[in-house]
């Protein structure tokens, strides 16, 4: 098509010249098909059409039609923000269901600013505080951080790296169940590696040290954990040479936030443990030793889980599964994992957890067992009391390099399983059950902790750390 052809059938163009600003140039429809006429005066605050409700907007860049709806609301913005104010003010939030803009000619209308904004991504809302002090008000408020919550259901995935992988200083990333990456997390100064993630929190050690900190991947906020022992442990003889490991959660009756720290001699000939407790928040100023655990547990990728104000670990006693209660600050009785005899004919899987994780799926404990060339078998704890475990899921095999663990994260709404390849690539699947397949979803890379981010990005004041 030529130059002249594409001037005289504006209709067609993707771009069309800038209109004069404040000034209403036609009609459109944010349709069910998510296209978008930026030029448009009339947009309905709803996709369906039975229930279009039309709300008006001014616009300066002409009609530019987006192939996404999120796209075209951006554009949209972007165009409005030239036009927004920012000198004008409003009045206290009062009981109101969001904050009331002023009204101008100039501006979006209120009820067009809300609707809009609540169909944009949270990482895109947080970059649009920025626009004005108006536009950080309401999108800082928590009622509107609770109904964008609500347009945009699912927890996130939080991925954290190790010192052999350094992304330009980036120490892990939350990722939305597509696979974008809805936000980087910057490494703090010193810190290598991270340990674990719970509760919305990473927790990373520094470089060369045994300094270790709590991580609000949202905020930045941090809170260092104490340094040295608890004071019985201080001046055991080659206390130095332990490695550490940590995990933390909430108690089960009070939700208090402990850190349970296990102290590993990593020796093979008289394997040895220490176990101690930080409580967030609380009179702690140092770690308070606690009783070690019976027998030896497994301190590697997978090999622990936190449910219900339980620690649970892998344990190298055949098919028992340690578990250590943040509430009461003990060990709990020996829990039996699924009989190795049913688990695999091959005696060494009988006396080892190699091939074994742990995880949590719909508020079960699950013993995974990878048998590499076979399947993937999930394994749910369905009466804790019997210790009755029962294989639901047996996911075809997933051609790996080297010996990734494969932890699974979530169920989506429509049964879906959402799994996470740690230690290898860094692949994000998903497994259908229905018809036993796979899905690949994403590569985030090689990270060696996964955990969930159930809080708002937009209001991340749940977390045990703002």
């Known amino acids: 098509m030529s130059a002249a052809s594409r001037r005289a059938n504006p209709e067609e163009d993707d771009e069309v010249a800038p209109k004069r600003p404040g000034r209403l ?31 008006y907007a001014a616009n300066t860049f002409g009609c530019v039609r987006s192939s996404t709806r999120e796209s075209g609301l951006w554009h949209l913005l972007v165009s409005s923000v030239n036009l927004w104010q920012k000198n004008l003010s409003y009045r206290s939030l009062g009981d109101s269901a969001m904050p009331p803009l002023p009204p101008s000619p100039r501006s979006l209308p209120r009820d067009a600013l809300y609707e809009i904004l609540l169909r944009l991504p949270a990482k895109d809302l947080c970059r649009l505080r920025a626009v004005c002090q108006e536009w950080r008000s309401l999108l800082s408020d928590p009622r509107f951080a609770a109904a964008h919550a609500v347009n945009h259901p699912g927890p996130l995935i939080v991925t954290g790296y190790d010192y052999e992988w350094p992304k330009h200083g980036i120490i892990g990333d939350i990722v939305d169940i597509s696979g974008r990456v809805v936000m980087r997390v910057p490494g703090q100064e010193g810190v290598g590696r991270v340990i674990s993630i719970q509760l919305d929190l990473i927790c990373t050690k520094k470089w060369m040290t045994r300094d270790y900190q709590l991580l609000n991947p949202v905020t930045g906020a941090v809170c260092a954990l104490p340094d040295g022992f608890a004071k019985e442990h201080a ?121 074994f994780s742990l995880a949590t799926l719909n508020g079960c404990l699950v013993v995974v067992h990878h048998k590499m060339t076979s399947s993937i078998d999930l394994w749910f704890l369905m009466d804790l009391e019997k210790g009755l475990w029962i294989k639901q899921h047996s996911i075809p095999p997933i051609p790996v390099n080297g010996r990734p663990v494969i932890s699974p994260l979530f169920v989506l709404d429509d049964g879906r399983i959402v799994l996470m390849e740690m230690k290898g690539e860094g692949f994000i699947r998903t497994y259908n059950p229905r018809s036993n397949t796979l899905a690949d979803i994403a590569v985030v890379g090689n990270c060696v902790a996964v955990g969930l981010y159930t809080g708002s990005l937009l209001s991340p004041s749940s977390s045990a750390i703002q």
């Open 235 to 355: 001046w055991k003889r080659g206390i130095f040479d332990h490695e550490a490991f940590l995990s933390f959660g909430k108690t089960r009756l009070t939700g208090e936030c402990k850190v349970l720290r296990i102290l590993d001699n990593l020796s093979h000939i008289n394997p040895r443990q220490l176990c101690e407790i930080f409580m967030l928040g609380g009179k702690d100023s140092q770690w308070r030793k606690k009783k070690a655990p019976g027998n030896i547990v497994y301190l590697g990728i997978g090999k622990s889980v936190v449910m219900g104000g339980a620690v649970y670990f892998l344990s190298y006693l055949p098919d028992c599964i340690a578990s250590f209660d943040l509430h009461t600050e003990v060990w709990s009785e020996a829990l039996r994992g699924p009989p190795s005899s049913l688990v695999d004919d091959d005696s060494s899987f009988k006396l080892y957890w190699s091939h």
């Open 25 to 55: 140039y036609g009609k459109g429809r944010l349709g069910r098909s998510g296209e978008v006429e930026l030029g448009a005066v009339l947009l309905t605050s709803s996709s369906s059409a039975g229930s279009a409700r039309p709300f």
